[in-house]
Every structure is written in structure tokens, then in C-alpha cells.
């Protein structure tokens, strides 16, 4: 989770007095960066993933099960060369800490191979030597599990050992410091963002309506006064009926799976960052596994919404939103508190750059509305001029603020067009939230941790990576170069799910880099689907702006018969793969329509029937479905991501006919991946979240109250387990009898 330096962390109050030197060699890291690599070109297409794991508690006689807060020292253990180190490089993997102690983030050691098709399964290998190393080094108690949230965080004695919530760093009525990972990092992130904010976050999550269900959060202490922050809920910060969480615990206490993907070139990264862009909020609906929240079924699916409140800094006066009784509009911000200010947020103008007039910081820095947390989602496209030339100004269409000062002197610089001068001048409005008293000062030719600082600290659905720093002399064909992090998606139960969705992103990855798709809309409909993707069942009852599927600038003839029935004729002898090809659906023969050229020179080849069109006819709403699925008239997404295996990832020898039986068995358990998402998308199977709302609602201890009881966490927590462990009967309800049966062994293709 971002950088992790070694030294002695500043306060807030001590460290916002460096938030200009940071900026300032920041951008001068970044211009060196660029000068260093933006020529690179032909690098490997290489990838990996980041998988969040929480240490749980498993007490079979009490029936409890609680997050272990007292393990965080086997992370030490895994990377010490005289004790667990070893193993873990011996099954090629690597663990990182997280934000919780009872959190291991893990990757492969090495990048995976996207030429390579054994690496698109070898994945879930991966993954398993993960869970078992990890296992090798606790006692049976404590296991390991892949969920996005905890169910019953925040509630009474939701730790083992138990803690109480009365820590200074975030000063939450719910939960305790021990929590936080005890690199000082982590503290101290949490208590500078409430410092900086000048109260504590307020993430208020709407309930689940329940017969029973009270409107009123009754966790809420009325009379506790150990800090003055304990009467924030009671001034305005929790909503009526809605869940109220304080800190950024909350979220940065969620797991989730990240997947980072390496282009051949500036150029190309900046194309795939655009493409995947639209595809985030259909991800996050697509992995939805996040009901519930400190003991409340809520009503929404996700988790992202509540990690973009966890860690959101910003003041009352950036907000644009009136302060509790008492509070100050700017917070903890570096401003002189006697500077008189209007006591509403609203009564102030803003120019082009969202600077708020006659108002900056104490080192010269305007103030400004900054609409997102730093946790959000993307704001603006870095544009695909050099590649395909798609697109246009107006898709950046919700003019977030910029760093006038960063902005101007990139612009200056070589390598740095407009487009990715906004994007770097709006990363760069945030002020570094922890400063490290001896990286203070730098050396801006071989160091980036600056860069890093604020980069890394913006937390976005997908993040553009540029490669580090190197001293001359180093080859750069063996060090990483730029990279597009894919980072919405909610966390599965099984590595087997983890590896699927993994394995997609990177094959439509490979398609988009090879078919070049038309795929942009505006960012300002972006947003609307990444609100949409958070209600329950978004993933069937919900339609989403996509580019209408006719101007994806794609052939629909080229991908016939490139659904999940290709696997079978690719594997099976006999079948007459040309013949398909030539007209054949699963509805039977298609006459293909006859293609034509829109007065935007776009490829247009269908006739669709949908009338939820916007102005100009780009963009309408479809379900994830028919945007992953497609029909027999388009294709989607996966016809996308199938064909790039068929024609990119399988050896040139193989692309006929499979002649192999290990590739063959590399083939079809990645039809199987597939096939779990094509399953959810057209609800033929469930989400994880809908998958655990309907055992807590089917409880028998449930009282229909929207509440999470210490029986309920206990049994999910088992089936959990179950589902980990892949037992049938726990698993067929989650993933349909034919995905089951093949994963335990009862078919093989």
C-alpha cells in the first residue's frame, strides 16, 4: 500500500510545512522520469496481481470469529531470509504489509508472461502457494481468507486479542489502533488525514430496509468524551438511516484485487489507461462482494464508495459543504487562523483552475473545491493520439482542478502535451499526507520518492504508472516501464474466482492493445455508472452508459464464433472451426449485416434498437450483460478477450487445433474463468455480495433488523472457509453446478 520509507514520519502540523518542497521536487523527479524513459519502446507485455488477505480468528468452541490483530509479525517472518523468506521466494512469491496487522498483501515475485498462455492460469497456482505459505507459518485458528469486508468491523469485540477504540490516530468510536499496522506509516496516515481535514471522516452507508429495520444507527456511543471528536456524529457527521463509520479503518481495512499490466510503450499505456477507463465501474458491479458493513447489511454491494470516505483529507471549505457548530471551514490546512472567512462554504467564486478567489495557503498555494476524495474514480483521460487518435476533448468533460503552478511547468517541458500535463498538475492539487524527516531532501536525478509520494497517494479506479528512476548506465529492457493499474474491483472468495477475474482484465487488455477499440464516453457518465455499480444487484438491474455498440470501430463478421463455444471446437477433435467462422451463432447462421462509415469516419456495422440515447447518439445504456456478453449483432467484451487468446496468446503451431493435453487443460480452465463472469454477468449465477445477503437474510438467527449477529459473522465466516477449501455443497449455491462440478473434479472440459 503506496511508499513505504524508512525513517521518522512528521506529524501534520510539522509536515505541511514541506508540502511545497515535496510538490516542487515531485514534479522535478517526474520531468526526469520522463526524460529517462518516455523513448523506451518495445517492452514486454508483463503483468501481475496484488491479492489483500485478513487473518481471521476461528474459535470452533465459542462460535467467534474476529480479526487476529496479533500475527503481523509472520510478515516480518516471510521476507527474512533465516526464517520464512525461503519459502516464500521459493514459491515465487512476495508478501507486503498492508494497513491492518491483520492484513498480508501478496504478489507474484516475478511478473507473469502476457505472451505466455500457461501464465493466464498459472496465476491461480500462484495464488495457492500464497495461501499456503501464509497458512504454514499460523496456527489452524487463524486463517487466511479472501473477503473484501469483515462483517462485523467496528462492532464489540471484533478483534482478537480484544482492543478497545479509544486510539489518538483516529480517534474512532468504533476501532481500535491496533488495528493499524505498526510501521509508522500507518498512524500516522490516519491521524494526518484528520488533522488535515479538521475532523474525522463520515462515511454514512445507506441500511438495508428490513421489516425490522431501525432507522438509526444504535452503535453510536451518546455520552463518550474522551476526544472532542466524539461529538461529531451528533453535530451532523451520521446520517438518519444510514450505517455511520469514522475512520479510515473502514476502508483501508477492505481488501481488494489490483492488477498491473506493463504497454510496449508511453503511448500505448496511455491508449489502454482510456480504454479501461469505461470498463471500472462495470468491473466493480461485475465483482460486487461487499454487503455489509460494522455488523449491518447495507443497502449497496461494494466496497468503494466507503474506502473513497476513508482516506478522504479534504476540509469543509475544499468540499464546498457548511462546517459542524464550532469547526473551522479550512480545517487543519496552513493558513492563518485569524484570516477572516465567510462561515459558508458556498459563498465564494472559482476560476477555471477551481482555485477559490483571494484564498491560499500560508507557502502560496491556492485553495481550492476539490469535488473526490483523493480515493476515486479516474477525472480526466491522458488521450490516444499516438495510437488511434479517438479522442476528443469534450469526453474530459467534468474539469477537475488543476495545480496552475505544475500545470505551467510541465508544459514547458518536452514529452509533456497538454493531456498529460492536466493529468500530472491534478494529482499534484492533494498535499502529501506523510513526510519522512530524513527523505526530506533529495536527489532528484536517482531518487522519486517525492513523486511517489503523491502519485501513490492517489487512489484512483485505474492508475498510470510511469517507471522509476535509475542511475545511467542501467538497462532499462530489465526494469519496469510504464504501466496501467487496474483497481476497482471488489475481492473474491477463492483463488480460483481472483484468478478469473484477473486473467480477463489482462486478456481484454491484450485486446484492446491489438483491436484497438473505440470505447471512450464522457468521464462525466463514468462517474454515473461508478454510482449506479454500487446498488444492490447493479449487475442485472441496472443498465450503464457505454459507447453505443456500434461505434466500438470493430467489425462485428471479425469476431464471430469467439464466445465461450470456441473453446470447445478449439479443444475438441472434429469440429470444423472454419465453417463457424463463416456464419455460425449460437442462434444458428447469421447474415451479417453490411458495414458502413458514420459522418466520424467510425466503422458502423449494426442496427440496434435502443432509445436511451444521449445528444449525439455515442453513448447509451446497456446491462453488463450485453456489454460483456454481446449478442449476435456485436460483439462484447468477451468475444474481445477470447479472441486475443485464440489469434495472440496461444503459440502460432496451436492456433488451428489443440495437439497438447497440458495445453489443452491450460485452455479450458481458462474457458472456465470466463465462463464464471459471462455467468454473472447474465445473472445465471450470483455476485459474492448477493451470494452472502442471501444467507444472512435466510439465517435462522437473522431478525430481519439488518443486522449482522456474532452467530451470523461466525457461520459466514465457515462457509468462507468452506468455499475456500472448495466444498461442493458450499460452492454449488455461489458458483452453479457446472463450474462446481468441474472445479471438484466432476468433468474436465
Known amino acids: 500500500m503506496g511508499l513505504l520509507s524508512l525513517g521518522t514520519p512528521l506529524d501534520w502540523h510539522e509536515s505541511k510545512q514541506h508540502n511545497e518542497h515535496v510538490r516542487e521536487h515531485g514534479i522535478a523527479q517526474l520531468i526526469n522520469i520522463f526524460a529517462q524513459h518516455s523513448s523506451r519502446d518495445d517492452d514486454r507485455f508483463l503483468w501481475g496481481d496484488e491479492v489483500e488477505y485478513m487473518l481471521v480468528d476461528v474459535d470452533d468452541a465459542d462460535h467467534t470469529a474476529k480479526l487476529a490483530i496479533d500475527y503481523d509479525h509472520i510478515l516480518d517472518d516471510l521476507n527474512d531470509p533465516t526464517k520464512a523468506g525461503p519459502k516464500a521466494e521459493a514459491a515465487n512469491v512476495s508478501f507486503h504489509p498492508e494497513y491492518g496487522r491483520y492484513m498480508l498483501e501478496a504478489t507474484p515475485l516475478r511478473p507473469y508472461d502476457g505472451d505466455c498462455v500457461a501464465d493466464y492460469v498459472y496465476i491461480e497456482e500462484n495464488m495457492e502457494k500464497r495461501r499456503e505459505v501464509a497458512e504454514s507459518e499460523l496456527p489452524k485458528n487463524i486463517v487466511p481468507l479472501t473477503i473484501t469486508t469483515f462483517p462485523r468491523m467496528g462492532c464489540p469485540q471484533f478483534t482478537s486479542p480484544p482492543a478497545k477504540p479509544i486510539g489518538p490516530a483516529s480517534q474512532s468510536l468504533f476501532l481500535p489502533d491496533e488495528i493499524i499496522n505498526r510501521h509508522a506509516r500507518f498512524p500516522t496516515l490516519t491521524a494526518n488525514i484528520r488533522k488535515r481535514r479538521g475532523h474525522k471522516v463520515a462515511i454514512n452507508l445507506p441500511m438495508y430496509p428490513d421489516q425490522h429495520t431501525k432507522l438509526l444507527d444504535d452503535s453510536i456511543p451518546r455520552d463518550r468524551g474522551l476526544f472532542p471528536s466524539d461529538a461529531e456524529p451528533h453535530l451532523g457527521a451520521s446520517k438518519p438511516g444510514h450505517v455511520y463509520m469514522d475512520s479510515m479503518g473502514f476502508g483501508m481495512g477492505s481488501s481488494c484485487i489490483q492488477i498491473t499490466m506493463q504497454a510496449a510503450n508511453i503511448d500505448e499505456a496511455r491508449y489502454l489507461y482510456d480504454a479501461l477507463a469505461p470498463v471500472t465501474p462495470i468491473m466493480l458491479a461485475l465483482s460486487a462482494a461487499a454487503p455489509m458493513f460494522k455488523g449491518y447489511l447495507v443497502n449497496q454491494d461494494v466496497r468503494w464508495n466507503v474506502i473513497c470516505g476513508a482516506v478522504d483529507d479534504r476540509t469543509f471549505l475544499e468540499r464546498g459543504v457548511d462546517p459542524y457548530p464550532g469547526y473551522h471551514l479550512t480545517g487543519g490546512m496552513d493558513i492563518d487562523p485569524q484570516r477572516h472567512l465567510t462561515k459558508h462554504a458556498t459563498n465564494h467564486t472559482i476560476n477555471e483552475y477551481g482555485d477559490i478567489s483571494n484564498l491560499k495557503t ?220 463463416n456464419g455460425y451463432s449460437r442462434n444458428g447462421p447469421v447474415k451479417e449485416e453490411a458495414s458502413s462509415t458514420d459522418e466520424d469516419g467510425e466503422v458502423d456495422t449494426i442496427v440496434d434498437d435502443y432509445d436511451e440515447v444521449d445528444s449525439d447518439g455515442h453513448e447509451k445504456r446497456y446491462t453488463v450483460a450485453e456489454i460483456f456478453n454481446g449478442t449476435d449483432k456485436f460483439p462484447g467484451l468477451i468475444k474481445l478477450a477470447i479472441k486475443a487468446l485464440a489469434t495472440e496468446v496461444l503459440p502460432a503451431s496451436e492456433q488451428g487445433h489443440c495437439n497438447c493435453a497440458k495445453l489443452e487443460a491450460q485452455v479450458v480452465r481458462i474457458k472456465y474463468y470466463l465462463m464464471l463472469l459471462s455467468y454473472r454477468a447474465s445473472g445465471k449465477i450470483p455476485t459474492t455480495a448477493h451470494w452472502l445477503r442471501d444467507h444472512v437474510t435466510h439465517h435462522p438467527d437473522y431478525r430481519h433488523d439488518s443486522k449482522v449477529s456474532q452467530t451470523i459473522n461466525y457461520d459466514l465466516i465457515k462457509l468462507a472457509e468452506a468455499v475456500t477449501s472448495y466444498d461442493k455443497t458450499a460452492l454449488e449455491p455461489l458458483l452453479g453446478d457446472e463450474i462446481t462440478s468441474f472445479l471438484t473434479g466432476g468433468t474436465s472440459a
Open 362 to 581: 500560508n507557502d502560496g498555494k491556492p485553495i481550492q473545491r476539490i469535488p473526490k476524495s483523493r480515493y476515486g474514480s479516474i477525472d480526466q483521460y491522458l488521450g490516444d493520439g499516438a495510437v488511434t487518435g479517438y479522442f476528443r476533448d469534450d469526453y474530459n468533460d467534468i474539469n477537475p482542478p488543476l495545480n496552475r503552478k505544475v500545470l505551467e511547468r510541465l508544459q514547458q517541458q518536452s514529452g509533456f502535451d497538454k493531456l498529460l500535463a492536466q493529468h500530472f498538475a491534478h494529482l499534484f492539487i492533494r498535499d502529501p499526507l506523510v513526510v519522512f524527516s530524513e527523505r526530506v531532501n533529495q536527489d532528484d536525478t536517482l531518487d522519486n520518492d517525492h513523486f511517489e509520494n503523491l502519485q501513490s497517494t492517489n487512489w484512483q479506479t485505474l492508475r498510470f504508472k510511469p517507471p522509476a528512476l535509475y542511475p545511467e548506465g542501467t538497462d532499462l529492457t530489465k526494469v519496469p516501464g510504464w504501466r496501467v493499474e487496474f483497481r476497482p474491483m471488489d475481492l473474491q472468495l477463492t483463488d480460483f474466482e481472483n484468478a478469473a477475474y484477473s486473467t480477463f482484465i489482462v486478456l481484454l487488455s491484450k485486446a484492446i492493445l491489438k483491436f484497438r477499440p473505440n470505447l471512450y464516453l464522457p468521464i462525466s457518465k463514468i462517474d454515473t455508472n461508478m454510482d449506479w455499480a454500487h446498488g444492490v444487484d447493479s449487475v442485472i438491474d441496472q443498465k450503464f452508459w457505454f459507447r453505443s455498440l456500434r461505434k466500438w470501430n470493430l467489425r462485428n463478421s471479425d469476431f464471430i464464433g469467439y464466445d465461450l463455444t470456441w473453446f470447445d471446437r478449439y479443444t475438441n477433435k472434429g469440429n470444423d472451426v472454419a465453417g463457424y467462422l
